[in-house]
């Protein structure tokens, strides 16, 4: 084998991240290494190689990381829902801590056949698992409080619910398909790790910052969103009254595309917890929940507008922008950048943007369901706020806002508010030092937000990490409180599929000494207990194909590389029954997905697409061989629309483009290409598209890694 690069110093030594990788690839050997071709090797199964060979079009496998399965472990939703008591929770999750205790045990003994660099490595990972497998069981000893119980148990019911809606929506309403809501089992161990940190405020866990690390895809929305309705039931449960409300959870995103995902996710577990709320006002206060969009005013509006209004910032008002959709829902935007109903899936008409208490002088833009059988129409609305003026009077439990937001707290008064500093309140919100209107005394400031949760936290690195990070002091002093002589701050967790260093960044950005990233890695990189590594012949892997063409420029390979697969998915789609199969399994590959980039490698691409692309596809199954006789290539008329995903299109395209995406392509309204973007590397979750084509290796590894993600997702297909 070719030995390494990096000889075995003290500088290596002190990366922590090189040294799981060095012990985890232990086994891993490069035979060749290819000079303006690329090059691979011939192995045996024993690591020996016999011949090297030089290839054109070199390809990869990346299997597929999957959740494990642990079985004698509760984990479906309900169940957990309608737990009895503290005995039960006990019988019901302890079976996760001992059996992962075993593993621990396990790889402990396997210590002693590893190099002697190896070792210490490995006893480090050891120790990092035992301290999660503590934690674990100290979130199910919480439950021996009644109150943290029965906020457990509703959560879950919420959480539930949301999952069925999901499910059905997924299904097209078949509700025999739907199955009852179940946790994988490392979502499950990371909202039970963190549980003492949320309950006790004084706890060392409040301070520590844990990192959910997982491959993209495999599911760290729904643990966060978990941990993140435990958090407000239990407020409502510990503060009855009006002072339950106000802000409890801050999500924040860096990218449009990736907030407009969540929201939609988030926005279902909102709409679940207020069904709950609505049933028990007595336990879950009067306040409502409530979920807030709280971005850039290209996104949303940041102020509600009036009839008549000449300023200069009229025109992006929530009036304006309102009007004009009711008047023509087709040719304008929606109000806020939501087109379906996150509870029914139904498409939002001109009537379910409503001014109230009057069109002409509104205070409020409300959202309502246009399907008359859901149960968020008619005059109960979505609990979804979309405009900053409503967002800093109602204070939502829940918001979702991107980091360049905090850049208003020295300039907006009103930006105190959702850190609880008001003063005042009536039936309308919540009230501070800059809104004199006369209201209820509270009594008090309400509690500042109590979970902070960093989604991607590798994209908060570099210059805009340091603008951050001078903004999270300012947002850890708002959110932090002295009570009884303990200095009580937010939990933060963060979440992310890609990161080097993970803890010097955290420590950089949010000034945390303590870092943990779940689930811990393993010795074997295919073995973390809670994660494993599914070979390719029981779960299709994603195949990378490189395409090496020296002598031509990088657009004639994307003219050839786009004809060629454009026509033989045409081929191969045809084979399989055409439009006529509603599960045509060659639907994943009719949808070419391309990534740049650059804007300007992008907008030549672009004029490729639509002009060489576009006509000589349509006359493709001329190239053929003729002996023997192939039939690889078929005739295809694509559409002459290329679909674009980046910083140029605006929020409301940038929606309607995801919903383009995940049609099948039997529907007149599906995709042929789209271009996109580092835009699309988070966020972009549609498990139908199966196609990439990358011009250009991306500038970081992680990036790679992230964009190509975006497709492949479908185990079945």
């Known amino acids: 084998p070719r030995s390494t690069l990096f000889p075995y110093t003290t500088l290596f030594r002190s990366e922590w991240d090189e ?18 071709v690329s090059a691979t090797g ?21 299997e597929k990381v999957s959740p494990a399965s642990i079985p004698e472990v509760e984990l479906t939703m309900e169940v957990l829902g309608a737990l009895g008591n503290a005995a039960e929770a006990q019988a019901k999750l302890s079976p996760l801590v ?26 480090a990972m050891l120790q990092n698992a035992t301290y999660a497998s503590n934690r674990i069981p100290a979130g199910i000893d919480a439950l021996a409080d009644p109150q943290v119980l029965d906020a457990f148990r509703i959560a879950h019911r919420a959480i ?41 405020p004084t706890h060392l866990d409040r301070s520590t910052v844990d990192l959910l690390f997982f491959p993209t895809g495999g599911g760290k929305t729904e643990a966060y969103l978990g941990l993140a309705a435990f958090t407000m039931v239990l407020r409502r449960l510990r503060h009855p009254g009006i002072r339950s409300a106000g802000v409890c959870v801050l999500m924040r995103y860096t990218l449009r595309l990736l907030t407009l995902d969540q929201l939609s996710r988030a926005s279902a577990l909102i709409c679940a917890l207020e069904l709950e709320r609505d049933q028990d006002k007595g336990k879950l206060g009067e306040w409502p929940f409530e979920i807030g969009l709280w971005v850039g005013s290209a996104a949303t509006p940041n102020r509600m507008g009036r009839r008549g209004d000449t300023s200069a910032s009229a025109e992006y008002s929530a009036y304006t922008k309102t009007m004009r959709f009711q008047r023509d829902s087709r040719a304008n935007p929606s109000p806020i950048p939501i087109e379906n109903c996150p509870w029914c899936g139904e498409k939002f008409d001109r009537n379910s943007f409503r001014l109230i208490p009057s069109v002409n002088q509104p ?45 208003a707290l020295p300039w907006t008064g009103e930006t105190g508010t959702p850190f609880g500093l008001v003063d005042r309140h009536d039936q309308e919100g919540f009230y501070g030092p800059c809104n004199q209107k006369n209201a209820k005394p509270l009594g008090g400031p309400l509690p500042p937000p109590e979970l902070v949760i960093q989604d991607e936290l590798h994209l908060i690195s570099g210059p805009l990490g340091t603008i951050a990070g001078v903004y999270e002091t300012a947002i850890d002093t708002l959110s932090s409180r002295t009570n009884d002589g303990h200095f009580l701050r937010a939990k933060i967790i963060a979440s992310t599929a890609t990161v080097r260093r993970a803890d010097k960044q955290i420590r950089a950005l949010f000034e945390r000494q303590e870092v943990a990233v779940f689930p811990p890695p393993g010795q074997d990189r295919r073995d973390s207990f809670f994660a494993i590594t599914q070979p390719a012949n029981e779960i299709p892997a994603r195949l990378y194909v490189g395409v090496a063409a020296q002598g031509r420029s990088l657009k004639v390979v994307l003219l050839r590389a786009g004809l060629a697969i454009l026509s033989a998915g045409q ?11 509603k599960q045509n399994p060659a639907d994943p590959y009719m949808t070419l997905l391309g990534y740049f980039n650059s804007l300007r490698e992008l907008g030549g691409s672009r004029r490729i697409v639509e002009d060489e692309v576009r006509t000589r596809v349509q006359q493709y199954s001329r190239r053929r061989r003729r002996d023997p006789l192939d039939t690889l290539f078929t005739d295809r008329t694509i559409s002459y629309e290329v679909l674009e995903l980046t910083s140029r299109v605006s929020t409301s395209d940038v929606a309607s483009a995801k919903r383009r995406l995940a049609q099948p392509f039997h529907e007149d309204d599906r995709v042929d290409v789209a271009l996109a973007t580092n835009m699309i590397s988070v966020g972009l979750d549609i498990i139908r598209l199966g196609l990439m084509a990358v011009l250009g290796q991306p500038k970081t590894s992680a990036e790679y890694i992230q964009a190509t993600s975006r497709v492949g997702r479908d185990a079945n297909r």
């Open 19 to 36: 040294q799981v990788a060095d012990l985890q690839y232990r086994d891993v050997f490069e035979y060749a290494v290819g000079h303006g």
């Open 42 to 62: 011939d192995c045996t199964t024993s690591n020996h190689c016999y011949e090297v060979q030089t290839t054109w079009i070199p390809t990869a496998e990346v």
């Open 98 to 123: 001992s059996q992962y205790r075993a593993w621990i045990s396990a790889q402990q003994v396997k210590l002693s056949v590893l190099a002697v660099r190896h070792q210490q490595t490995a006893q």
């Open 160 to 200: 539930a619910a949301a999952g069925r809606q999901r499910q059905l929506l997924r299904y097209h309403g078949h509700a025999s398909k739907v199955q009852p809501p179940k946790w994988y089992p490392f979502q499950l161990a990371y909202i039970l790790m963190n549980l003492r940190g949320i309950v006790d």
């Open 363 to 407: 205070t409020d833009l409300r959202v309502h369901c246009a399907n008359s059988k859901c149960v968020f129409s008619g005059d109960r609305p979505l609990p979804i706020l979309g405009v900053d003026e409503p967002i800093y009077r109602r204070l939502p439990a829940f918001i979702i806002a991107t980091v360049d937001k905090f850049a």
């Open 571 to 581: 081929t191969i789609h045809q084979r399989e029954g055409g439009k006529a199969n």
